[in-house]
């Protein structure tokens, strides 16, 4: 069973730019397609971004296009989340997720692992 563990959160100001990273243990990420979701105070889980499994095709909600990328290193079996241009609606706790599939979904329940998720406070 995959680990997942995410880091690189915190309290910036807006404008700044932060990157997260999902670490794994149990399993290697080159399995699974992988997505980062958040969820902000009284809200719903939010898709943010997802990328395959192999080809490193990568989808993104409206919102973070342009703004934020996301990557995988699977030699290293992370993930990353580089948020640039940061506004405080992005403030949410932020979760990465793995699919035991080629490709990601924007549908949290879709995906089958969940790490514990690292807060993001955007103060404007």
Same mark, same amino acid.
């Not at 095709?57 to 934020?68: C, N, P």
């Not at 969940?114 to 993001?120: A, K, L």
């Given at each position: 069973q995959v680990q997942l563990v995410e880091s690189g959160g915190g309290l910036v100001q807006a404008g700044d730019s932060l990157r997260l990273s999902c670490a794994a243990s149990g399993g290697?990420?080159?399995?699974?397609? /992988?997505? +980062? @979701?958040r969820q902000a105070p009284g809200k719903?889980?939010? @898709? #943010?971004?997802?990328?395959t499994r192999s080809t490193g /095709?990568?989808?993104?909600? !409206?919102? #973070?296009?342009?703004? @934020?990328t996301i990557s995988r290193d699977?030699?290293?079996n992370t993930v990353s989340l580089q948020m640039n241009r940061l506004k405080s609606e992005d403030t949410a706790i932020y979760y990465c997720a793995a699919r035991?599939?080629?490709?990601?979904?924007?549908? +949290?329940?879709a995906y !089958?692992? +969940?790490?514990?998720?690292?807060? #993001?406070t955007v103060s404007s």
């Open positions: 290697t990420l080159s399995s699974y397609a /992988m997505g +980062w @979701f719903e889980r939010e @898709f #943010v971004a997802s990328i /095709m990568t989808y993104y909600t !409206d919102s #973070v296009k342009g703004r @934020f699977n030699a290293k035991s599939s080629a490709v990601g979904s924007s549908y +949290w329940n !089958d692992y +969940w790490g514990q998720g690292t807060q #993001v």
